[in-house]
Structure formats: C-alpha cells, structure tokens
C-alpha cells in the first residue's frame, strides 16, 4: 500500500515525537506536495490522527496540499518594495503567468507567492525563483526573466 | 504528605494533592467562569476565562491549569479579574453572531450568560468576520463555525472518549477553524456521531438538528430513562416539551457516565413516528383492520382458551420480548405458566446469548457478565474475542479503546479486521466457527508453557485433567489449518494473557451463535480458570448482552426450563413455592425454545402464538422457514410498537406504548437493574405491555390487578431471591447489580470473588468440531452476520430514526478485493447472495478488513434480509442457530436483470 519512498523517509525520520515536521518536509521536498493518500499514509505510520496531521500541515505556510509548479515565484511586498512598486510589479507577474497568489499555472510551471520581505531591500523591488533571487526588477525585466524560466523549464521537460 | 489550605474569595479551602485552583474552588462550591474546562477531560487553558488573581503573582492565572498550592490567597471576582474577563468577552463578540433570539443554545449558551454576569452587550472592536460555511453533511448535528469560539472541548472530548480524534484545530490565525481532516465533511471522516462534542459545546456552534426550534432551553423538561437500545444499559435524559421528546441528553448512569452513542443521542425519534401503532387491529378478510381493544382482546383470550381446550396447553407459545420492561417480561411467562399451563416461552436470548447461559451455568453456576462495565479499566490485558465492541455495544467500545490507549494490552480475535482489532497488539483474523481450535491452542501454549495459575487450579476449580487431556495436542500448529491465524500470533496472545495480573475477556456473539455456541463458551471459562482470571476487579467472563434488557427478560424466566431466578420448573420444591404464590398448579416440563416453537407450528403441533415486541421475521434464521411457519399457526398475536414485518403476519395486533412511554425496569449487561420512566403519553390508544397483559389475563378469567409497575416489581422481589433486595426506592441514581438479596445488601458488582456460584468452577473437555454448514464446490464462500454501528437488531426502530437511515439507509455485503475481482464487481454494485435456504441482492463493499473467502451482511435490514441465507442447525446443548456462519454463493446482477428476489 505505502510508497516504498515515503516509507524510507518515515524510517529515516522515526515514529517517535518531533518526526512529524521533517516527514512533511522531506515528503513535501520528494512530491513537490502534499497528497491526501501521503498524509493519510504518515498519519499511519506515526500512529497519528489524520486531524492532527492535518492541523500541522495547514499551520505551517510552508506545507502545500496541491501539486506546485516548477518555479515557485516569490514577490517581495516587505516596506522597501513596496516603496519601489512591488505591488504594480506584483500584478504585471500575475497577469504575465495568467495566476493569483497560492496558485499554480496548469502546465505546472510556476506557483505564485506572495511574501513580506525576503531580507534583500538594498535590491527592492525583489522576488525569488526557487533559491535564486533577483533585483532591482522593472516590469520589462521580469517579463524577459519569467519567459526565460518557461523557455528552460519547456526545455528540461521536453 | 501536607495538607494544602488555601483561601478563595476569603474563604478558607483545603484542597486534594494535584487539584487545580480551578477544581479547588468547585469543591468549596465557587465556580469560576469557564468555556474549555469541561469535566474530566485534561485541562487546556485555551480560553482565559477562569483566570484569577493570585496574591503575589505578577499577572493572573488561568485558574483551570494552576494547581493549587499551600497558603495561596485567590480572588476569583477582583475588579481586575473582571476587566480581564470583560476583555476577553468583548474579543470573543467581536467575531460572534449576536443572533441570540433564534439561536437554538440561547438559554444553555455559556457565552450568553457569561456576557449577562458581566454585562457586556456588544463588542467595542469593530472589523472583519468569520465567514466560514456551516457543515451540515451528516443528519444528527450541524457546525456553524462562526459561532465557535474555537475553546477546543470539541477537539478533546472527541480524543478521549470515542476516541476518534474526528476533528482538530485546522487552518491558522484568523482562519483558525474546527475541523475534520482535509476539512471535508464529518460525514466523510472518522466521526462516529456519538454527540460528545455537541453535548460539551458551551456555544451554538454544535446543535443537534433534530431539536431545531422544537422548544427553547428553559422549556424543555428531563426525565431520566434507560437508552433503549443495546445492553450496555446508558442513562439517557430525555428532554420533553408539549409532550413530545425534542432532543436527548447523556445521564450519569455507572455504564455511560455520560457518554451516549449515535443512536441513544440521535436515535430516539422514532418514539414519534407516523408508523406508530394506535389501535388494536383484527384480520378480516385477510385484512388488517382497525378494532378497540375489548374486540381485540375478547378476540385474543376467546381463541386462546379455544386452543387449550381443544389442542391443550402446549399448543400455545409466546415469545417475551428482551425490548420490555422486567415487569411485562414478568407478567407475559405468568400468564403463559399460570393462566395457561404451558412453559412454551422463551425470547430472542435465544438468538444471542443462550449458549453463554447455558455455558456459564455448567462453569460457573451462573450465567452472566462476571464483571462490570467500568471494571475494563482496571484490566492489564483486555481478550475481545468475538465482539465488533465500537459498533454493537459502542459506550463499552470507548472504555475499552481508552483502556488501551492508557497502557492496558488489547488482543483481538475476530473474522474481520474490525476498528478494536486494528488498534490491537495482537491480532488474530480466525476464519468463522473456528474459536474452540483456536482458544485450545492458546490453552495448549499455556500449560506446555507452565503458565497456568496452579493455585487457582488447585483451590478453585474442579476436572481440571480432563480439560488438560483435551488440549493434549491441540499445538497453534494444529489450530493454524483450522482457524488460518499464524502459530506464532496464538503463542503470543497465550503468553499475554497467561501472564498478566489482571485480564479480562469480553465476548459477544462471534462467540455465541454458533452449533458449537456452548463449546465456545466453556472454552472462554476454561480459558479463565486456566489463568486464574476470575473472581476479581480487571478480570473476568464478560459477554456483552445484545439488548437493553435481554439480561432481564432472561432473569425473569422468558425461557423454557426457568421460572425468575433462574430457579427450575422442574424442581419440585421451586415449582411449590410459584404454585402457592400464583394460586395454581403449574406444568413441570421444560417448554419449547424459540425455533422449537416455529418448528412445532409447521407441524401443527403448536396452534396459536403470543409474540410481545419481537421480530423473528427479520431476527431468526433462515426467514423462509419463519413465514412458513407462523403462517401455519391457526392464530397469531403480535403486540408491538410498529407494524413489523412479523405483525404483518399476525391475526390480532395489539398497539403497544414504547420505552419512553411506561414505567418500570431494564438490567443492563452487568446485571444492573436500572429504572425506566415514563417521559410521554403512548400514541393513540396504545398501551404499556404490562397493561396489556393484565387484560388479557382478566378477559381470561384471571382475577389480575395490576395497577403499577410498581407493584409487580414488588411481587417479582418476592419469588426472586437474587432480586430480593431490589426495592423501587433503592433504584434511584445507580441502580443496582443482582444478585442483591436482602435490603441491606449493596449489590454484587463482581461475580464468583472467593467462591463460584456452583461452588467450584468446573473445567470442561472440549473438542473442536467444525460448523454445521462448511464451503463446498457449490457454495464456496462463508457468510458471516452482524451488526453495523447505526442501527439495531431488526431496525423497526432504527429504521424509523432519520438521522440513522439517513446514514445508513441500505444493507451491504462486505467482501475482499480479490473475490470482488473474481466477481467482476466495485463497492455499490448489486451482487445476489444465495445459500441452501434463499437468495437476496444487495450491494456489494469491498474491503480488505475481511478475509479472502469470507463476507459479511448485516442482518437489520428487512429488504435483502441476511437471514434468509443463514443456517437454522442449532447449538445441542442451548438450542441457539448458528447465524455466524454458512456457506454461500455470490454472483454478479448483470444491468437489465430485474431482481424477483
């Protein structure tokens, strides 16, 4: 019934308390998400209610329930962005990939997130992909950014 | 250790090791406001609420998780403890529907009252609200999440008594809600609609949706009765306005301590029914017609002096009922032994447990539960063998999961993998009709072993070698062909239970209904003795009784060979002492069990039945035997509360009142007579059972005068030894544990401590032998029977309970995936089920709980009967049919084939 993948990260972590978070992190980290049938299966396996997993898992902003894309695009809305127009950039993102925040485009390229500050204000305004950040973004910049992260990602999965 | 004084409010307090400040000021009868605090669930310090102000202490404290300490000076209602609590209210409004003049909880809301004390109208903070959807999913109650005040008693009450952990806190901040997991539907998840939660919510967030604008909270009067469903025998308040029951609330009775499940909670409106019966009815031209009840009753007592007179008094039966009251019980095998000379009575105990009362008999010397309910608690080893506990006795099923959960060691044998068995240490999946191989091999382990209880053996017991010869060779190895449970899984359940200091056993009828029901039963009893666990708190023979008064309806000798108190008809010096308290002579010859009863009417032997609230055309089996054979009775009276299926059959119904509309008593499992009060008036023209008897007996020429329940409780204490001390006045709260012989006595909480009934429990040799009706080419399959947690015995009350056919409106037949595959059929499609008596369709549900060659049907449901299929072959010794296993065939119902079935 168990993923033999998901049952070797429950190993590795233990059934004991204080496994629950690195599970849901490393099974996160493996899918990309968090799936009901993988949730149900820890709750299994730690002996744990599914209520309670479910608890954790919507606490944290850091657990997703859907499948995410491959890029997830993080916008900067911390003070110094906002100053230099981080919600104007904002919008052109969200127009440009066709999605609102805490979605995902159907191609599963890009997920869309809407942050309060990712520590680099000397760079305002700023958004990460992946790990990687970038700055100083005017509109035209990002545009030429996003399509070329579709051009790779189309690539890698072609 | 030093005693702890404290002063709150300026009064000096002593208060126990451990308590909170919270439970210390309850015990000097302060109460300090509170909305997560709830009973005896661990406290939270979710709310704030409770605070206090602790001379000394730099802030205030939540007075429900501070424990109280030596000395402290506690003010409970200081100007600053009531900004504080003004404060929070104000929070908790901001985001709070203020609809208190249509709000079901208004007068029972916590909320509502504590804005009242402290006299906050509305909130100061205006802003955003809650604006979750209601979740009405399921039919017994309804969560409106924005009038939670998110205090989480919900959240606990559900992890610690049904311990279903159902719901959780979900979401964050704002967003926080109560909910289920991936906050689908409670329908869709885990819950077991007991009705915990709803009952502990202080708001309205939870409302049962039954009651919804049936009657405001102030106006609603509780009457304190026994839930009339199962044995376990809860205390139910049942909440009356205008004469009728608009909702239902846990009692604090010694087998619930208030905790009901979903159908004591939700599942009593069928007292109030349309299909209840008003009149007395009389076939006429083959119709059903309505009558008064001098026409009816003259009709009754004309046809069955009629029959005495031509056919003699053994051409008359009746069936008591194990759904009355133990006076009606009382007052039917009176009439049947006094008025009419015959001891052709019996009930469906027949049907469940008769082998555990034939078997404890010859064990024991007494055939009931050893121990009580709340004794699973003290267990260190709890054997369910036998038993789906969570769904047929459900209040039970949550002490023994708490038990477990709290340290004790659960080992479960059962056919399917039901919620007790996956939560078990050990578990063994033995196919059904197996457990005599499978209980000698756990024997066979112990003494090869030395593990058995030598003392116990010695002092205790008797026969103890021939039971050892018989477990001679019956190794796990042996078992495994037989029972197809792993040798090892039998060493360790044999070791486990050998060797705990306390185990008790809990059985039902996986146990009981079987050709082998008696063998099975000695084999528990012998298990017992073995070990020495017996005769004490924690230990113990418990077979869970299936209805709200089987156990009574058993003691006031509704069976053949007894009159109350088990005492025999057949003994000479009993039958004297009845014979000169009834005023007449009476027949010494065991009657006729139940299925004797139906077969002896086929054959014309018996002419005309009385049947009083049963249903053996949906309860017995093989039900083509039982239309045949009620059909061949000359005259056939039913009296009961709906029209069942059995009353359909009938040439006189009598309109009967129900549970809540009489007085008198139920006796629970543990043998704890308990008191049954009147809540409403009966519909109609129906009356109590008793009323009707008496009645009868008078248009029989019998010089009856039965005014009250009451009294004929009194005459039962009388000729019952093991009553004698039961007096309606002593019944009050508790009531008490039988035996109970004098007025003084305080009841008998656990039976054979010291000595047995018998005096020394006896072992017995016991061989397997295989079921009556084994898989074959034709009928390859095993069928299995049972209950399903939201409905009871043959449904003519459950049925007529909404919320519980709307939960479970359809009958199943539960298979494993690979027979499911071989059929070519998914859960819901229709599958025809066919045995040597019958076939019927029903849907098919498959899961892989059940073995690969077995399946299981409930048997409640009247359309697709179960009962059809199964096996009447009976039980030598207790005349019990083996409803738990026959051999079946299963065929796919192609689209278009209409079913004639």
């Known amino acids: ?158 | 250790m030093q005693e702890i004084v404290l002063t709150i409010d300026g009064k000096q307090v002593t208060a126990e090791p451990g308590a909170t400040l919270f439970q210390a000021a309850a015990a000097a009868g302060i109460e300090i406001p509170h909305l997560c605090t709830y009973r005896d669930l661990a406290p939270t310090g979710a709310c704030r609420m409770c605070v206090v102000e602790v001379e000394g202490a730099r802030t205030l404290m939540a007075s429900c998780t501070v424990p109280a300490q030596h000395g402290m000076v506690v003010q409970t209602e200081s100007p600053r403890v009531v900004e504080a609590r003004r404060m929070i209210l104000d929070l908790l409004l901001a985001n709070h529907p203020l609809d208190c003049l249509t709000c079901e909880k208004s007068g029972a809301c916590d909320l509502q009252d504590y804005a009242y004390r402290y006299q906050v109208a509305e909130s100061s903070f205006a802003g955003e609200k809650k604006d979750h959807p209601a979740d009405t999913s399921n039919p017994f109650f309804e969560r409106d999440h924005n009038k939670c005040v998110l205090c989480g008693r919900c959240v606990e009450v559900c992890a610690v008594v049904p311990r279903r952990h159902a719901v959780d806190y979900v979401y964050r901040g704002f967003d926080t809600k109560v909910s289920t997991a991936f906050d689908v539907g409670l329908e869709d998840s885990s819950c077991v609609f007991c009705g915990a939660c709803v009952e502990s919510c202080p708001v309205g967030a939870l409302t049962p949706v039954q009651s919804r604008g049936q009657g405001r909270q102030w106006e609603l009067t509780p009457v304190s009765t026994i839930c009339p469903y199962c044995g376990v025998g809860c205390q139910v308040d049942l909440l009356v306005r205008g004469g009728r029951i608009v909702g239902t609330r846990a009692g604090d009775g010694p087998a619930n301590r208030g905790y009901l499940c979903s159908k004591g909670k939700f599942g009593l409106d069928f007292v109030h029914h349309e299909q209840r019966l008003t009149t007395p009815l009389i076939r006429k031209q083959g119709v059903l017609t309505q009558a008064t009840w001098d026409e009816a009753l003259d009709l009754v007592a004309r046809r069955l002096r009629e029959t005495v007179d031509r056919d003699g008094s053994d051409a008359v039966g009746a069936l008591c009922s194990a759904k009355c009251t133990n006076e009606e019980n009382y007052l039917l095998q009176k009439l049947f032994r006094a008025g009419i000379g015959t001891n052709n009575i019996d009930h469906c105990a027949r049907l469940c447990h008769a082998s555990t009362v034939a078997g404890l008999a010859l064990a024991f010397g007494s055939g009931a539960m050893t121990n009580s309910i709340a004794d699973v608690a003290e267990a260190d080893v709890i054997f369910v063998i036998g038993s789906n506990t969570p769904e047929a006795h459900p209040v039970i099923g949550y002490q023994i999961l708490r038990a477990h959960d709290e340290g004790a060691t659960l080992v479960v044998a059962d056919p399917r993998r039901v919620e007790l068995a996956d939560r078990a240490d050990i578990y063994m999946q033995q196919l059904p009709g197996s457990d005599v191989a499978l209980l000698n091999a756990m024997m066979h382990t112990i003494i090869n072993e030395g593990l058995e209880d030598k003392r116990f053996i010695a002092e205790r017991t008797e026969d103890y070698e021939a039971m050892a010869q018989a477990v001679k060779d019956t190794s796990p190895e042996w078992a495994a062909d037989i029972t197809g449970v792993d040798p090892g899984a039998i060493r360790a359940a044999a070791r486990t239970f050998a060797r705990a200091e306390r185990a008790s056993i809990i059985y039902s009828m996986g146990i009981t209904q079987h050709t082998t029901g008696t063998d099975n039963v000695l084999s528990i009893a012998n298990l017992a003795m073995l070990c020495g666990h017996i005769g004490r708190a924690g230990t113990g023979v418990n077979p869970l009784r299936g209805q709200n008064n089987v156990q009574g309806a058993c003691d006031m000798g509704a069976l053949p060979p007894f009159f109350p108190g088990y005492q025999r008809v057949d003994d000479d010096q009993v039958r004297a002492r009845f014979e000169q308290a009834w005023g007449t002579k009476l027949p010494a010859v065991p009657g006729r069990t139940m299925l004797e009863m139906l077969d002896a009417a086929l054959s014309g032997e018996i002419k005309a039945m009385f049947i009083m609230g049963e249903n053996p055309m949906v309860s017995d089996p093989d039900i083509e035997h039982v239309r045949e054979s009620l059909a061949a009775l000359d005259f056939l009276v039913v009296a009961d509360i709906f029209l069942t299926e059995t009353a359909e059959l009938a040439d006189v119904v009598l309109p009967a009142a129900c549970f809540a509309e009489k007085d008198g008593t139920f006796v629970n499992t543990e043998r704890r007579v308990q008191l049954v009060r009147k809540a409403v008036d009966p519909p109609g023209q129906a009356l109590a059972d008793w009323e009707i008897i008496t009645a009868l007996a008078v248009k029989m020429g019998l010089n009856w005068d039965y005014r009250d329940s009451e009294q004929i409780a009194e005459e039962i204490r009388q000729l019952t030894p093991s009553y004698g001390g039961i007096t309606r006045e002593r019944l009050e709260g508790d009531g008490l544990q039988w035996p109970c012989p004098t007025e003084d006595h305080p009841g008998t909480p656990t039976l054979h401590v010291g000595k047995f009934t018998r005096g020394k429990g006896k072992f017995h040799a016991v061989e397997f032998r295989p079921p009556a009706e084994e898989p074959d080419d034709e009928y390859p399959v095993i069928l299995t029977t049972g209950r399903i947690l939201y409905h009871f015995h043959t449904g003519s009350m459950s049925r007529r309970s909404c919320g519980l056919d709307g939960i479970a409106p359809h009958g199943f037949v539960e298979m494993h995936p690979d027979l499911a595959a071989d059929l070519g059929v998914d859960s819901g499609d229709p599958v025809r089920v066919l045995s040597r008596r019958g076939q019927v369709v029903t849907g098919a549900l498959v899961t892989e709980t059940i073995g690969r060659n077995v399946v299981f049907m409930p048997f409640h449901f009247a359309e697709g009967a179960a009962n059809v299929l199964t096996n009447s072959a009976l039980d030598p010794v207790a005349r019990i049919p083996e409803l738990k296993v026959c051999a079946v065939r299963l065929e796919p119902v192609g689209p278009g084939k209409e079913d004639q079935s």
Do not use: W
């Open chain 1, 1 to 158: 019934m168990t993923d033999t993948c998901l049952a070797e990260i429950v190993d590795k972590y233990g059934t004991g308390k204080g496994s629950l978070i690195p599970i849901l992190q490393q099974t996160q980290e493996q899918y990309g998400y968090l799936s009901r049938e993988n949730l149900a299966a820890i709750s299994r396996m730690l002996r744990l209610p599914e209520s309670k997993v479910f608890g954790v898992v919507t606490f944290y902003s850091q657990f997703h329930l859907k499948p995410r894309g491959k890029y997830i695009v993080r916008v900067c809305l911390g003070t110094a962005c906002h100053v230099r127009g981080a919600e104007t950039l904002f919008q052109t993102i969200s127009r440009t990939l066709g999605i609102a925040a805490g979605e995902t485009t159907l191609d599963r390229l890009f997920s869309l997130e809407r942050v309060a500050c990712l520590g680099a204000c000397g760079l305002a305004p700023v958004i990460m992909v992946n790990e990687a950040t970038h700055g100083r973004l005017t509109h035209r910049k990002v545009e030429k950014l996003l399509a070329r992260y579709r051009r790779e990602g189309e690539a890698e999965s072609a």
